[in-house]
């Protein structure tokens, strides 16, 4: 008769039971690309509304017809808008983005300095974030409802409500100005020391971290705190686990997924802040030449851009999305 | 051991003494929970603590462990376990008391279990973290426990995550969590409460078993008399947070003396209405092979009810009995509109009530009206009682202003509530107070069929078995036709004329409270009916295997084959003929029907044996009466 | 005797830092409107031959890049910052919410349009998403107040939704689909009455998220354009003044910071965040 529970057991499985791992995952990496199609469509149409004759803009107003008429053949206008879509597509996906309207320059070669440099400056926040958001984000909720948690909970909420310029141009006032620590522009020359190179960094990676790490901590303490406010966590204290081992083995193992789901998107804060830090600290990177493009109305490399803004945005959000599907241990242990 | 010695000393093993647990409101302002709370339990004892939601049963439970809820505090009183005063020792050592000294067993296994580790892993932890002995013995140990606990596969169960194991089987795995240390009390926590029926008697018995053949000491914390009846020595009455009464099991069932008790006692055998005369009006209510589920349109379909016919007479109720998951609540939204059916027919006066509630006629709506479980979830928070109940009176009825105020008023009364609620917002009210608020609404429309779904399930037994009275009344002074649905067979029985039995789905058995009172029963019913735990010492012991019996080992289904919904479990099946094919519908000739492949004669046979056999005597099956 | 009613519907006093916040909030509100009465010199009067001066009697917060007064400045860009801020959360949240509960009641087709639709927009990062369309359309409030609106649109959509979706399959839904009631009456009668602190709560949200992004686009110089200027720009116009260390650059940004501090110490320390039903 047991048995005959286990059966009833397995029937409501069987009923309820999610498609497998690997197709959920699948399903969504899928999704992530047609939204990031969804996107491309946004970004050219969004660039393709500007009013007036490009042909005429770069060639200027003394550009004779047949000049104006070649240019306009060779960048497509005379074609239909989706028909130019394509086109703009199909050389995104072969590495061909067209040239700058401004210099002419090829974006691919304008942009891929620019990227490196971003990223970099993207991995020495993360690396600088992660561990100190997760130490507090984790601390507090270990011992919330204390006056550290208090604490925490105020200075990161006014953090999250600050713009980062203010971030970044009170450390330039304090650091570079007033104490004279620290250059006020992140300018790094070629065969710099490790000490030249960390003084350059030292400001823009600070701001660009404050800016993620309150949302980070927060999030983390919010999954944390989930956890450890459930009934096993309770019944393992009434088991007599020890705090240590009760949150080591039987809060962190649970709470990984929503933890490390809390970093990824909180990375993904990084795309806006990493605009205002380039932009005030003067560092070559992929924002700041966005931030110029879109000044001088640079479409083809407004576009890359966006481009490529979006795909690492979206991209953060699929290793999110994908973390909390393998953390759940219903549908890794079927 | 010394400590013996001076346990004995004492008397008790295990003793609180005025206890006071605190809690602190919104406000900040500390109210007791627990107020100078006594007992002691003797080495080997059971002792029951019964109460109500909120009457401090579980706070009390858990100081036994030194613990306190977040937002609680243990105030005042002593509590020793052994030779060990609980509430004098530090963090440190309550730590290595805990789960070592005091096991504590919960309600929910499905929420107890952490989700990312294997269950033996979790159940020998205790065992491995007091140091009380090596990995390998506690899994052996822990094995033990599982063979002793009934548990299916023993050897290999624990190697399994809480997601993959039943409701039943996980609070079985609890138990052998909280036996593993030889614990000198272990503290079980309504630990049958959430599971269904026929599922708590498996439990309850292997439960029993095991404390029996431990000679643990144990503290049972529940709400239902007839289970703590089974398993205490003594019982502890609770109520807002003091002990009304206390006395032996017999005591307490056969001679209580405080009124709460009694009345606690009245409600767990609500009286039986007398049984309306069968009326050969046409039926108000008529269903025809009814089929439904959830799903489709592009998701998989899951089929709930299969080809269900009843009827109800005007004036007449109908009960829907069945344990969780078998359809009977789907069964009221298909009736009330909301779900609409996949093939099948529902007759309203003879005419077709169409399927979807946007296209009944508003006459159709106001004929039958829904009621709710849960009275929580039922009223809207956002709004007072008085626009509750005023919006269906100008629904159907076109009221308002001083009429429907007026109305209003009625309504209350007729709920027997003031008229004074009418501004008072559903969480200003107690539980039985929104039940009575549910009800009226209802009432507003003045339906003439009132689909009544576990309307007191939620509800503690004293407040259900009120709302179950003002039911009847209600019946009785209107005249209404209900569709009553419950999983619990005691409050059909104080208000059906005519028993429906659902087990996945299907309509396996249907006929008069009377018919149904006498045997053959269907399989599934008679297990359902013998599960009920009756309020009175020793029915778990002396209830026989025959009238619990479940298959055992199983069936070989063959694809494509409709098999019996019961095949599973029934312990009369007949291989290759109930796994096989749909039972054909059986008329009865003491009235009503079966869908089984038994004949009368052989279900009578079957049942005759049973009677014969060890349970002689105490009826094992309660009276419907 | 065993049903005891509750007395008294629980609301808990407004705490200490929700009164300190909520005063903060009112007065940048009051300055939005009344700000430019207050200010004493006009918002372009140049006033003092020394640019960037520090902080002192007659120019209490110093001056700018030009000499004119600061005080003046950060008064009359209270109207930009917030009055262009404040339509663009109310055009979010007010749309979000309703597109929320229409999808949440009226069920498959719509629901699904509209949450592909909000997921398109949702994946786009909204400072580069805000730049795109600047570069296209140029920084005219109008533009700036619909960007931002369509950018936070979604977030309110989600979050209304989804609670919508919950309140939807309550009882006390059920019982009046069953009653036979529309969806209208459905959505403004049984779902909106419970939805009105989570909704509160979200525009407050979405106000900070809008004067962030559109003081971060001034800031960049894309934002409201010359001879207009909101916080955000001001801090831009006199950057040079930072080397300076000049009060010019830095009380403009302290503007911003405070209002939208308050704002979200406000909605955290709101009694019974979330939908009603959750405090249960």
């Known amino acids: 008769m047991a048995e005959a529970i286990a059966a009833g057991g397995e029937r409501r499985r069987r009923i309820g039971a999610p498609p497998p791992l690997a197709a959920l995952i699948a399903r969504r990496i899928a999704i992530s690309l047609l939204l990031l199609l969804a996107v491309s469509v946004l970004v050219f149409a969004g660039t393709e509304m500007l009013p007036g004759d490009v042909a005429q803009m770069i060639l200027g107003q003394g550009a004779t017809p047949q000049a104006l008429a070649g240019l306009r053949a060779a960048l497509h206008l005379n074609e239909p808008a989706w028909l130019r879509y394509l086109h703009w597509l199909w050389g995104l996906l072969h590495g061909n983005a067209g040239h700058s309207l401004v210099n002419g320059m090829s974006v691919a070669t304008l942009v891929g300095r620019r990227l490196i440099n971003s990223l970099r400056l993207a991995l020495f926040t993360t690396v600088v974030t992660v561990p100190l958001a997760l130490l507090v984000g984790i601390t507090a909720a270990i011992w919330r409802g204390t006056t550290y948690d208090r604490v925490v909970n105020m200075l990161t909420i006014a953090t999250v409500s600050v713009p980062e310029f203010l971030f970044a141009t009170l450390a330039v006032l304090i650091f570079a100005v007033r104490l004279r620590w620290l250059p006020a522009l992140s300018l790094v020359m070629r065969g710099a020391s490790f000490l030249e190179l960390l003084r350059a960094y030292a400001l823009p990676v600070a701001t660009l971290s404050l800016a993620i790490f309150a949302q980070m901590a927060r999030m983390t303490r919010a999954a944390l705190v989930n956890i450890l406010s459930s009934s096993y966590v309770e019944m393992a204290a009434l088991k007599g686990v020890r705090p240590i081992r009760l949150v080591l083995r039987h809060a962190l193992p649970n709470a990984l997924g929503p933890v490390a789901n809390a970093v990824a998107l909180s990375l993904s804060f990084l795309l806006g802040g990493v605009v205002i830090v380039e932009t005030v600290f003067s560092y070559p990177g992929l924002a700041k030449l966005m931030v110029d493009a879109v000044s001088t109305r640079d479409m083809p490399l407004v576009q890359a851009c966006a481009m490529i803004f979006c795909t690492a945005y979206l991209l953060l959000v699929l290793v999110a999305d994908v973390i909390a599907l393998l953390a759940n241990p219903r549908l890794r242990h079927r | 051991m010394a400590s013996d010695v001076r346990a004995g000393e004492a008397g008790w093993h295990v003793e609180v003494a005025n206890l006071l647990v605190t809690a602190r409101g919104a406000s900040g302002v500390s109210t007791p929970i627990v107020r100078d709370l006594s007992f002691g339990i003797a080495r080997g004892e059971v002792l029951a603590l019964i109460g109500e939601s909120g009457s401090g049963k579980t706070t009390a439970g858990l100081s036994l462990l030194g613990y306190a809820r977040p937002g609680c505090h243990i105030a005042g009183g002593r509590v020793r376990v052994g030779t060990t005063d609980v509430l004098a020792l530090s963090r440190s050592e309550l730590a290595d008391f805990r789960g070592a000294k005091v096991s504590y067993v919960a309600q929910s296994a499905a929420a107890a279990f952490n989700p990312a580790q294997r269950l033996l892993s979790q159940v020998v932890e205790p065992a491995l973290i007091h140091g009380l002995m090596s990995r390998r013995a506690a899994e052996a140990k822990a094995r033990e426990l599982f063979h002793a606990l009934a548990l299916p596969d023993p050897e290999r169960i624990g190697d399994r995550y809480p997601h993959q194991v039943s409701g039943g089987q996980l609070q079985r795995v609890m138990a052998a969590m909280a036996l593993i240390v030889d614990p000198e009390l272990i503290v079980l926590d309504e630990p049958s409460t959430a599971l269904d029926v026929t599922t708590q008697v498996e439990v309850l018995r292997a439960f029993k078993r095991v404390v029996r053949d431990l000679r643990t000491t144990a503290l049972y914390i529940s709400h239902d008399l007839a289970v703590v009846a089974q398993v205490a020595d003594r019982i502890v009455v609770m109520y807002g947070g003091e002990a009304k009464e206390m006395g032996t099991t017999g005591t307490i069932l056969e001679d209580a003396q405080h009124p709460y008790t009694r009345s606690l006692l009245a409600a767990a055998a609500p009286p039986g209405v007398p049984e309306a005369a069968a009326d050969p009006a046409p039926p108000l209510l008529d269903v025809a092979d009814l089929t439904a589920g959830y799903g489709g349109k592009g998701r998989a379909f899951i089929p709930v009810l299969h080809g269900i016919s009843f009827a109800i007479a005007p004036g007449r109720v109908l009960g829907v009995i069945g344990e969780s998951g078998c359809g009977k609540s789907t069964l009221a939204r298909v009736v009330a509109g909301l779900l609409p059916q996949t093939s099948g027919q529902v007759l309203l006066d003879g005419k077709v009530l169409p399927a979807r509630v946007e296209e009944r006629t508003r006459e159709q709506l106001r004929a039958v009206q829904i009621v709710f479980q849960s009275a929580d979830t039922a009223l809207n928070p956002a709004r007072r009682v008085g626009p509750i109940l005023a919006r269906p009176l100008r629904f159907y009825h076109g009221m308002r202003g001083a009429a429907a105020h007026r109305r209003v008023g009625e309504l209350l009364d007729m709920v027997r509530l003031p008229a004074t609620l009418a501004d008072r917002f559903p969480e200003e009210l107690s539980g039985g107070q929104k039940q009575r608020v549910n009800l009226a609404r209802a009432l507003a429309a003045e339906p003439r069929l009132l689909l009544c779904d576990e309307v007191t399930s939620a509800l503690d037994t004293v407040v259900g078995a009120a709302v179950l009275e003002l039911l009847a009344e209600l019946r009785r002074e209107l005249g209404l036709a209900m569709m009553f649905i419950s999983h619990d067979l005691s409050t059909v029985r104080a208000i059906c004329d005519d028993i429906m039995i659902l087990y996945a789905g299907q309509r396996v058995e249907f006929g008069s409270r009377a018919a149904l009172r006498q045997l053959p029963r269907h399989p599934y019913t008679d297990l359902l009916l013998s599960s009920v735990p009756q309020l009175r010492q020793g029915w778990l012991d002396n209830l026989g295997a025959m009238h619990l019996r479940e298959a055992t080992g199983e069936p070989t289904l063959e694809d494509g084959a409709r098999p019996c919904a019961f095949v599973r479990r029934c312990a009369l099946r007949i291989e290759g003929v109930c796994d096989r094919a749909t039972p054909p519908l059986r008329y009865l000739s003491k009235g009503g029907t079966i869908l089984c492949h038994h004949t009368e004669a052989e279900l009578s046979l079957e049942e005759v044996e049973d009677v014969a056999g060890p349970a002689q005597g105490a009826s094992a099956v309660p009276d419907l009466e | ?280």
């Open chain 3, 1 to 280: 005797m065993s049903d005891e009613p509750i007395r008294g519907r629980r609301r808990a006093p407004l705490s200490p830092v929700a009164l300190a916040a909520g005063a903060v909030v009112v007065a940048c509100f009051a300055l939005a409107v009344f700000g430019p009465a207050l200010a004493l010199h006009g918002e372009g009067a140049i006033v003092s031959r020394h640019i960037f001066a520090p902080m002192s009697a007659a120019f209490p917060l110093g001056t700018d890049y030009l000499g004119r007064d600061m005080l003046s400045r950060v008064l009359y860009g209270a109207r930009f910052t917030i009055g262009v801020a404040l339509p663009a959360a109310l055009l979010a949240s007010g749309a979000g919410t309703m597109l929320g509960m229409l999808a949440a009641v009226r069920g498959r087709t719509l629901d699904a349009a509209l949450s592909r639709t909000m997921d398109t927009l949702i994946s786009l990062p909204t400072l580069i998403f805000s730049l795109v369309v600047v570069a296209a359309l140029g920084s005219s409030i109008t533009v700036l107040v619909l960007t931002a609106a369509v950018i936070y649109t979604p977030g309110s959509y989600r979050i209304a939704r989804s609670i919508a979706v919950d309140l939807s399959a309550t009882d006390f839904v059920k019982a009046a689909r069953a009653r036979g009631e529309g969806g209208l009456a459905i959505m403004l009668g049984e779902i909106l009455p419970n939805m009105v602190m989570p909704v509160l709560t979200d525009f407050g949200l979405r106000f900070v998220f809008i004067v962030l992004l559109l003081s971060s686009l001034s800031f960049l110089g894309l934002g409201i354009q010359p001879p207009y200027s909101d916080w955000g720009g001001m801090v831009r116009e006199n950057i040079e003044g930072l080397s300076a260390g000049a009060p010019a650059v830095i009380v403009p940004a302290v503007a911003i910071a405070i209002l939208t501090i308050s704002v979200n110490l406000l909605i955290d320390n709101l009694p019974g965040r979330g939908s009603p039903r959750r405090g249960e």
